[in-house]
């Protein structure tokens, strides 16, 4: 397919500009929000706080009275903001705000990664840092250099989620994958929740060259952050980046993964790509949620508080349909 024409200029568009020595400069980052570890307001959702964790950190977020549940322990959700893997933080209004929505609601524990930003840190680095977060809650559990007095207090270990939105849900994918690999145990990863996860490939969709120029991810957008964030020398077919290919170890790791929701909207670009996923584990024989909406556009829960509802109250259901329920409901 030959792409639609454009003259929109993805750095101005982006408020980036990139540096000699590579890196870049964010001139317009979201409003940042601190931790508050304490009640400070009668409007407050939950409780959070930072934890340094080598070179990132993680943003715990707890109910502020937590639901009586049937062990008296909450799951926890592991949560990669989104950005395009090279813009915005955990402790953006949008991620901290959406953060504190779902621990009180769901109930549960979130815990947010601070994940380092390409092209400073290009792929893998997030996905490692995303590992370095899972292993962090499996020590937690073991009691390894102690343990967080919140976790010790609310956490069911036997059901960790990783989730994330845009970039976060590729993350969720391929930090789901690695985990795989390694011995978590006492912990168990149960589910990956993917909201309009972000994907590529060198081949257009349908929906790409329809919303090429999408008020949200135009095309040219889309392709430089897959520049500045997939490791130096390769396309937009990487793995990284298009999860349609695939090699024979990766297939039968891909047939391992636990539940997965995934959710998408038909006013994103990138809907294609994310239902061509959806599909993908299905054919593996994944047990796949999908939740796709006609009405909607990529990043939609952050303008419209109905969409964002939604979200929040299937992230609920997904994370309690497992067979704990909480004797409040």
């Not at 949620?289 to 303008?303: R, S, W």
Request: aromatic fraction near 10%.
């Amino acid at each position: 397919m030959a792409d639609a024409k454009s003259d929109l200029d993805p750095f101005e568009f982006l408020k980036i500009t990139q540096n000699p020595d590579g890196s870049l400069t964010r001139h317009a980052p979201l409003p940042s929000l601190p931790a508050t570890p304490e009640l400070t307001n009668d409007s407050q959702l939950a409780l959070s706080k930072d934890v340094q964790l080598n070179s990132i950190f993680l943003r715990l977020f707890r109910p502020i009275s937590p639901p009586t549940t049937a062990n008296g322990k909450l799951p926890i959700i592991i949560y990669f903001h989104g950005g395009g893997f090279i813009v915005f933080s955990a402790t953006s209004f949008p991620f901290h705000h959406s953060c504190s929505v779902i621990s009180a609601q769901s109930p549960a524990i979130v815990i947010s990664v601070e994940y380092r930003l390409a092209p400073e840190h290009r792929l893998p680095a997030a996905y490692d840092d995303g590992m370095e977060a899972v292993l962090w809650v499996r020590d937690q559990a073991l009691g390894i250099n102690g343990c967080d007095e919140w976790l010790t207090e609310l956490a069911d270990f036997s059901k960790v989620y990783l989730m994330g939105s845009s970039s976060g849900g590729n993350i969720t994918y391929n930090a789901g994958l690695r985990a795989l690999d390694l011995d978590l145990n006492p912990i168990k990863i149960v589910g990956l929740i993917m909201n309009q996860p972000f994907f590529s490939g060198v081949e257009r969709t349908e929906s790409e060259l329809r919303l090429v120029n999408d008020r949200i991810v135009p095309l040219k957008v889309n392709d430089l952050m897959w520049s500045l964030s997939l490791p130096n020398g390769y396309d937009r077919d990487h793995e990284y980046c298009n999860p349609q290919n695939q090699n024979i170890s990766l297939i039968e790791k891909i047939k391992r993964l636990p539940k997965c929701l995934i959710r998408g909207y038909s006013g994103d670009p990138m809907v294609d790509r994310q239902m061509a996923f959806a599909n993908m584990l299905e054919a593996h024989g994944v047990h796949v949620i999908k939740n796709f909406d006609d009405e909607g556009y990529h990043g939609v829960e952050i303008f419209d508080q109905q969409k964002a509802q939604k979200l929040y109250d299937d992230i609920k259901t997904f994370i309690w349909s497992f067979g704990d329920k909480m004797s409040t409901l």
